[in-house]
């Protein structure tokens, strides 16, 4: 469970102000906020599908509706959605706008989660 990576769990340095993490011991709840380039959204996709093989969540919810995309959402999801299908895990994109929408599904992802427009937070559950 998320237990065992308690201590890795935070983003890189570089990355804590663009993304926060909440985690309980079968969720992880991922905000993005501000502007994010193609290099930082292929280092966010990396590490994210490393917590999600590592922590073995059995959900995984990222919010997108604080975040700005220079380019395309995918360098985020792809890695995400790789590592969450082949652990069986469920992912979801909360209040994402119509532009992230549709470049998630040019890259063919909507077979591989699913859309809710409530906060991500409401997922974690009490704190």
Same mark, same amino acid.
């Given at each position: 469970?998320?237990?065992?990576?308690?201590?890795?769990?935070?983003? /890189? #340095?570089?990355?804590?102000?663009?993304?926060?993490?909440?985690?309980?011991? $079968?969720?992880?709840?991922?905000?993005?906020?501000?502007?994010?380039?193609?290099?930082?959204?292929?280092?966010?996709?990396?590490?994210?599908?490393?917590?999600?093989?590592?922590?073995?969540?059995?959900?995984?919810?990222?919010?997108?509706?604080?975040?700005?995309?220079?380019?395309?959402? *995918? /360098?985020?999801? &792809? /890695?995400? $959605?790789? !590592?969450?299908?082949?652990?069986?895990?469920?992912?979801? +994109?909360?209040?994402?706008? !119509?532009?992230?929408?549709? =470049?998630? #599904?040019?890259? *063919?992802? @909507?077979?591989? &989660?699913?859309? =809710?427009? @409530?906060? +991500? +937070?409401? !997922? $974690? *559950?009490? +704190?």
């Amino acid at each position: 469970m998320l237990r065992r990576f308690r201590n890795s769990w935070q983003m /890189p #340095q570089g990355l804590r102000r663009s993304v926060h993490l909440h985690h309980n011991d $079968a969720t992880l709840v991922v905000s993005l906020h501000g502007v994010i380039d193609l290099p930082m959204a292929e280092q966010i996709g990396r590490h994210l599908a490393q917590l999600t093989a590592i922590g073995s969540p059995v959900a995984v919810h990222i919010d997108l509706v604080d975040a700005t995309f220079v380019g395309e959402t *995918g /360098p985020v999801f &792809l /890695p995400v $959605a790789i !590592a969450a299908r082949s652990r069986g895990i469920h992912l979801t +994109a909360h209040r994402a706008d !119509a532009v992230q929408r549709a =470049s998630l #599904q040019g890259l *063919g992802l @909507e077979r591989l &989660l699913q859309y =809710s427009e @409530e906060p +991500a +937070a409401a !997922a $974690a *559950g009490p +704190a």
